[in-house]
């Protein structure tokens, strides 16, 4: 006969207040992985002594969620983590006991309660600035070029395995390019969330290979998490 097992705590409803934190992932810290960064917020988070709130059954553990993973290598200030705690504090409170248990590189901006839905997210406005071995003004000349093409198909790898091409030219918004002191400063828009993502990696890389160009030195930036309507997520 089948034992039904139900967790100990199963009865026992903990009052849940949701928060919303927007971080900076800069310097250093762009280069800890997402799954890192994620065991690295639990340990600010316990570090902070906040009543930090866990999740209910027979593995209870700190709720935390991330609505994007930000690109290894990547800056941020938009970046957003929710989180909840069992008792109702000041958001600036909240603010402070974080950031001070955070290394070098990351850093608490703002924290507030939660307005818009995770699965609002649509898309990502990126700073790309690099230089190559042809100069920035044959590269802005190339890339114009690039962007008139009928089609950008890349590989991309499906979940059995297998490789299709995907044409990513309809996602690819450029908002701006223009050099500044040799380097090219590419500003982008590209889709993010549940429905479709496409990383700034995959858009040079898919460059650089058809015009045989060397990056030689490369800053990218998340410079704002948008919804459908083109408004700040946060």
């Not at 009052?15 to 919303?20: A, G, H, N």
């Not at 705690?85 to 001070?100: C, G, I, P, Y």
């Not at 160009?213 to 704002?224: H, L, N, P, S, V």
């Amino acid at each position: 006969m089948a034992q039904n097992i139900t967790p100990k705590l199963s009865t026992l409803q903990i009052e849940k207040f949701d928060y919303r934190a927007v971080y900076a992932k800069c310097g250093r810290a762009r280069y800890i992985s997402h799954l890192d960064f994620m065991r690295s917020m639990q340990r600010i988070i316990k570090r902070s002594k906040l009543p930090v709130w866990h999740t209910q059954g027979f593995n209870p553990h700190v709720y935390l969620m991330f609505p994007l993973a930000l690109p290894l290598g990547t800056d941020s200030r938009v970046e957003i983590m929710d989180f909840a705690l069992t008792q109702k504090l000041d958001n600036e409170t909240v603010r402070k006991q974080l950031d001070e248990k955070c290394p070098e590189g990351i850093e608490i901006i703002s924290v507030a309660q939660p307005v818009h839905k995770h699965t609002d997210i649509k898309s990502a406005d990126y700073e790309i600035r690099f230089t190559s071995n042809i100069g920035a003004g044959e590269c802005i000349r190339r890339f114009g070029e690039f962007m008139q093409l009928e089609k950008i198909e890349i590989e991309k790898r499906t979940k059995k395995k297998t490789v299709n091409l995907v044409d990513i030219k309809p996602y690819i918004n450029v908002t701006e390019i223009n050099e500044q002191d040799g380097w090219v400063v590419l500003k982008l828009c590209l889709p993010c969330g549940n429905d479709f993502n496409l990383n700034t990696n995959v858009v040079l890389d898919a460059f650089c290979e058809r015009y045989g160009i060397e990056i030689e030195q490369i800053c990218t930036q998340r410079t704002k998490i948008l919804l459908g309507n083109g408004e700040n997520f946060t």
